[in-house]
């Protein structure tokens, strides 16, 4: 019992000591939360190809899209070449937006289009009634509004835990800063602003997963060497 206790502390010790600090805040800035746990996706709503569409455990790039979706394509086409080409390889990324019931074959033209750019596998419609979009949009507690046609020309980075992200204090030159929400008709604002919020959103679970990584493989070494101390102190 005495060589057993000899063990613990030699190798559970430092494993311990390990996993807290490996609990510690992360050294990069993060991005605040502005509202947390946003609802999902309505199951009854349609999606354009009866696929199930949900936020839960994906990064989310969110919009509205509104009754006049064929007036504002010009968005998309930004939208896909500033932020969805450069992201779509990270598997748990998409962009979803919410439209007004009675625009899927307005929805099937635009993903024509962009289907002759790129690989839409990452873009997902899912349409409702007015009243319940309108509904939805509230959850969010967003200081915008929705426009005349239910639609909007922001969109909104959702985290796996379905938080709203965005910026909200002081920017690095000491000013108030407020950001819920990234304007898809500014080439500007999504090539800087947005983009640079993103990357922090996937450092966070890149790091997160890492850290995990770290953490099954130094346990696994650990228990090992302690199985194998045990067994040999034994014979």
């Known amino acids: 019992m005495k060589k057993k206790a000899v063990l613990i502390i030699l190798f559970i010790l430092p494993l311990v000591v390990y996993l807290f600090f490996a609990t510690g805040v992360n050294s990069f800035i993060k991005l605040p939360t502005l509202t947390q ?26 919009g509205f899209s509104g009754e006049n979706i064929m007036e ?7 939208l896909n070449q500033k932020i969805y080409n450069r992201n779509k390889e ?10 007004p019931d009675g625009t899927q074959d307005k929805v099937k033209s635009i993903l024509e289009r962009l289907d002759k750019l790129t690989d839409t596998k990452g873009y997902h419609f899912v349409f409702a009634k007015p009243e319940e979009i309108k509904e939805f949009f509230k959850t969010m507690k967003l200081v915008g509004q929705l426009n005349d046609n239910f639609g909007s020309p922001n969109v909104y980075i959702i985290d796996k835990q ?9 920017s690095v030159q000491g000013k108030p800063e ?19 919020d993103l990357k922090i959103i996937l450092a966070e679970y890149r790091l997160a997963l890492k850290k995990n990584n770290r953490k099954d493989a130094f346990r696994d070494k650990i228990t090992k060497e302690v199985e194998t101390k045990i067994q040999q102190n034994e014979k």
Not at 37 to 62: F, H, M, Q, R
Not at 72 to 78: T, Y
Not at 178 to 196: F, P
């Open 37 to 62: 746990k946003i609802a999902d996706v309505n199951p009854n709503w349609k999606s354009l190809n009866g696929e199930k569409v949900t936020l839960n455990d994906k990064i989310t790039i969110l």
């Open 72 to 78: 504002n394509r010009g968005n998309f086409f930004l």
């Open 90 to 99: 990270f598997k748990d990324f998409q962009i979803v937006f919410i439209s």
């Open 162 to 170: 379905r938080n709203l992200r965005g910026r909200k204090g002081k």
């Open 178 to 196: 407020y950001r819920e929400g990234y304007n898809v008709q500014s080439s500007a604002e999504l090539h800087n602003e947005m983009t640079d």
